[in-house]
């Protein structure tokens, strides 16, 4: 276990985020929380059991290690579905478990069928259907050979979804291919009820698309980024506070990322720090040494630019971020010393290092930051 660092997670906020999505919702559609990527790096298991003790009873993930660390968590409190990755030896157990999956290929739809008639027990599938994403989904012309093999085979195959992904609902730039992906969407939907075959529930919408157009939340939508307190970019914020009278921003971010200083330096005039010639003093400069490094999930591209806190102050990463350690200037702190807090993302006193504010300078999304934090990471969560 790694101790250099510490991830603290709100429950306060979470529950404030969860809250507004249901409100947002309403109590027609189911919220499905998204937790791949270790929970978007925020640690599966303490956010399942939060997401469980706010009445959410739905998760989505990527594939079936992850829908085991669900599991093991919630046991058989909960739906989990898997929207990416069925290993052909990983079908018995997901059916076996009740686990849901995405299915986007007759030769996957073909296996589930043989799996469950060897267990005796039906599979539960979300049909996936290309909508104009062009990366998983069943292609229209493909419709009939899914619609034949979901009769013929009812006794194996529960058909509970029918999905999509939309491409970039986080962008207005994208608006008419998502909006031709809507209508693509409802009109496969309509030609399976022809066919006299209708799911138990259609969804499609990640976040953005449940803010940017509501028409995409249908029965269930699919919230991951939200419920960590982030807009999945600032076009929805902007988007959502244009449909309000209140200009607050009604979600919180639930992760603190904080290390402590390991050392602190004098650096001459003249002199570089780190690495190369990447950040000259051009000053006599003290230097806080950092036990955080790229190898723990703090983006090399932050060298010469992230922001941390340390005793109420902003500072600036100077020189390159290390495998395991990096610099940051405090030559205008007075008092600075050996193990003094290090905020990396969250807040200290009145200042805060918002992941997005991160995402700005490394031109990375909140998305990436966020699930490249190593997972050996301790995780702690703060009432
Ligand atoms: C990741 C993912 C989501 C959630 O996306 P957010 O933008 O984080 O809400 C929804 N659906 C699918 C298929 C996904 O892969």
Same mark, same amino acid.
């Given at each position: ?42 640690? $599966? ?10 009445? $959410? ?34 079908? *018995? ?106 799911? *138990? ?37 902007? &988007? ?58 703090? =983006? ?48 200290? &006193? ?8 991160? =995402?700005?300078? =490394? ?9 490249? $934090? ?6 702690? $969560?703060?009432?």
């Amino acid at each position: 276990m790694h101790t250099n660092s510490i991830i603290e997670l709100n429950r306060t906020a979470y529950q404030k985020n969860i809250a507004f999505l249901k409100t947002t919702f309403g109590k027609k559609v189911r919220i499905s929380s998204v937790v791949k990527g270790n929970a978007y790096g925020h640690g $599966i298991k303490e956010i399942v059991s939060m997401a469980y003790e706010n009445g $959410i009873t739905h998760f989505s993930v990527f594939d079936m290690e992850e829908a085991k660390a669900v599991k093991a968590e919630l046991l058989d409190k909960v739906t989990i579905m898997v929207m990416g990755l069925v290993q052909d030896e990983d079908l *018995e157990w997901a059916i076996t478990n009740d686990v849901e999956f995405f299915v986007f290929e007759t030769a996957r739809l073909t296996k589930a069928v043989k799996t469950a008639k060897k267990l005796n027990k039906k599979a539960i599938v979300h049909i996936e259907v290309e909508t104009g994403m062009n990366r998983t989904g069943f292609e229209k012309n493909e419709m009939n050979k899914v619609i034949a093999l979901l009769k013929k085979e009812k006794e194996y195959i529960f058909f509970k979804g029918l999905c999509t992904h939309y491409a970039g609902a986080e962008s207005i730039a994208n608006y008419y291919r998502v909006d031709k992906q809507i209508k693509r969407f409802d009109d496969i939907y309509q030609y399976l009820c022809k066919n006299d075959l209708k799911p *138990e529930i259609k969804h499609s919408a990640c976040s953005a698309a449940s803010i940017m157009f509501p028409e995409t939340r249908m029965d269930m939508v699919r919230i991951g980024i939200m419920q960590y307190g982030l807009w999945p970019s600032p076009e929805v914020f902007v &988007n959502y506070l244009n449909t309000k009278k209140s200009k607050i921003d009604p979600l919180h971010r639930v992760i603190t990322w904080k290390s402590k200083i390991m050392s602190v330096k004098k650096v001459a005039i003249g002199d570089f720090i780190g690495y190369g010639t990447s950040f000259l003093a051009e000053r006599k400069m003290k230097i806080a040494v950092i036990p955080i490094g790229y190898s723990h999930g703090y =983006s090399r591209s932050l060298s010469n630019q992230g922001r941390v806190l340390i005793n109420g102050h902003r500072c600036i990463v100077v020189g390159s971020v290390n495998m395991n350690m990096m610099t940051v200037d405090v030559t205008d702190i007075e008092i600075v010393k050996k193990d003094d807090e290090v905020v990396l993302i969250g807040s200290q &006193n009145e200042l805060s290092v918002s992941v997005a504010s991160f =995402s700005d300078f =490394s031109n990375q999304l909140n998305y990436e930051l966020l699930t490249r $934090i190593s997972k050996t990471i301790p995780h702690k $969560i703060i009432d």
